[in-house]
């Protein structure tokens, strides 16, 4: 069985000036962070469908993505994988004083003696002097420096609210958010009545942003219901072709009231499916 070390001296083959892969030869860190982003997607998807298969074949090409990257700064005289593997595990050890509390990553595990909630406002506080010492200027410092600009707009939202929250810029709970929810339902009308195009995006960001808002003091992580929501509207269209396909008639020539009622029935289905939504 092939090991890591194995998938790196591949990866030095590849990019081998004179013997390696044209194509990965002229790859470099900006024309792999598409590929990196699709296989990171592609994990979770195979986790949703439960595919165990697919996800043990997606988490190596992502695997693969982390060894691309580290060859690259390799030829640069940057770092090295070992040196990848060596720094998470430092910060790793660093963030879990509950767990190592010597910093010695093989002495004895001992019993946590920290409640969940005091784990996570450790680990905030611990990420926080982090950001500190890694700044030029530490009296500029905001807490949102270092959220990706690159994350998906839901996911950052709720990073950058988080993030808020932790000085408790942030609402009490749900309900005062549902009212914002309908506060910027109206601003959005509002734009829609003046024919303010430009007013109406800037409107439906901010809807948007409180709706993600309101998903995570619900606890629901906005990403994932968004694809939830994506998968559902997916599988029930897919229900009205095939149900049009099967009377032989074109979707085109459908009203929206046919389609309306066959998506009614795509949902009464689904009520009587275990696992569907």
């Not at 004179?18 to 002229?26: L, Q, S």
């Not at 303010?196 to 219901?225: M, S, Y």
């Not at 020539?253 to 009520?271: H, I, P, S």
């Amino acid at each position: 069985m092939y090991t890591l070390q194995d998938l790196l001296h591949l990866m030095a083959r590849l990019r081998d000036p004179e013997f390696g892969c044209p194509w990965d030869v002229k790859q470099s860190y900006a024309t792999i962070v598409p590929h990196t982003l699709e296989e990171a997607y592609e994990v979770a998807d195979a986790i949703e469908r439960g595919n165990f298969d697919d996800l043990r074949a997606e988490l190596g090409d992502l695997l693969f993505q982390v060894v691309y990257y580290s060859q690259l700064a390799r030829e640069e005289g940057r770092f090295e994988f070992d040196g990848v593997v060596d720094g998470i595990t430092r910060k790793l050890i660093r963030r879990h004083p509950h767990v190592f509390p010597t910093g010695d990553l093989y002495a004895p595990l001992e019993t946590p003696r920290l409640s969940e909630d005091q784990v996570k406002q450790r680990w905030e506080q611990i990420k926080a002097q982090e950001r500190a010492e890694k700044a030029d200027v530490p009296e500029q410092l905001s807490l949102l420096d270092d959220v990706p600009t690159v994350l998906p707009a839901l996911s950052r939202a709720a990073k950058l609210q988080k993030r808020a929250a932790q000085v408790g810029f942030d609402w009490p709970d749900a309900l005062p958010v549902i009212d914002k929810v309908r506060e910027e339902l109206d601003e959005v009308l509002e734009a829609m009545a003046s024919n303010d195009q430009e007013g109406i995006a800037e409107e439906v960001g901010d809807l948007l942003f409180v709706v993600v808002n309101l998903a995570r003091h619900l606890k629901v992580d906005p990403e994932n219901a968004l694809r939830a929501g994506n998968s559902k509207f997916e599988r029930r269209f897919r229900f009205i072709e095939q149900a049009l396909r099967d009377t032989q008639r074109p979707i085109e020539d459908c009203t929206l009231e046919e389609m309306d009622a066959l998506w009614g029935e795509a949902k009464r289905q689904e009520k009587n499916t275990p696992g569907c939504g």
